[in-house]
């Protein structure tokens, strides 16, 4: 499945940004999907996952309470939003799709998209 994020940009601490990634795949109800971050000089780590159905989310807990995945599989479009954000947020995003959500919370995917830029300002 190709994917596609946007919706990122820059915004200062405490502000909010969603983040949409939708899917070409005419199946999209088939996949779970997660939102993993990549800082500069970091490695990738996962920050939210949610299942086919979206019945089940899962976070990394920098994100928990802050963070809402959901999905929208009329749209084949997931979305992440991101409120009280903090410089330690920024990061690029990446949305990814598999058939397995314990694969996506396990760090891994099938499938990738490209990556939107998050900036968050002090």
């Known amino acids: 499945v190709q994917l596609q994020a946007f919706g990122g940009g820059s915004v200062q601490a405490g502000g909010s940004l969603r983040l949409s990634c939708t899917a070409s795949a005419h199946t999209f109800s088939d996949y779970a999907m997660g939102w993993f971050r990549q800082a500069p000089g970091k490695e990738r780590e996962f920050v939210a996952a949610i299942t086919q159905g979206g019945g089940f989310t899962y976070y990394a807990d920098s994100g928990k309470g802050r963070f809402t995945i959901s999905r929208d599989n009329a749209k084949n479009t997931v979305y992440l939003q991101m409120n009280s954000l903090k410089p330690e947020d920024t990061a690029v995003y990446y949305c990814?799709?598999?058939?397995?959500?314990?694969?996506?919370?396990?760090?891994?995917?099938?499938?990738w998209g490209q990556g939107t830029l998050v900036t968050v300002s002090s």
């Open positions: 990814a799709a598999d058939s397995a959500t314990s694969t996506i919370v396990a760090g891994k995917g099938k499938d």
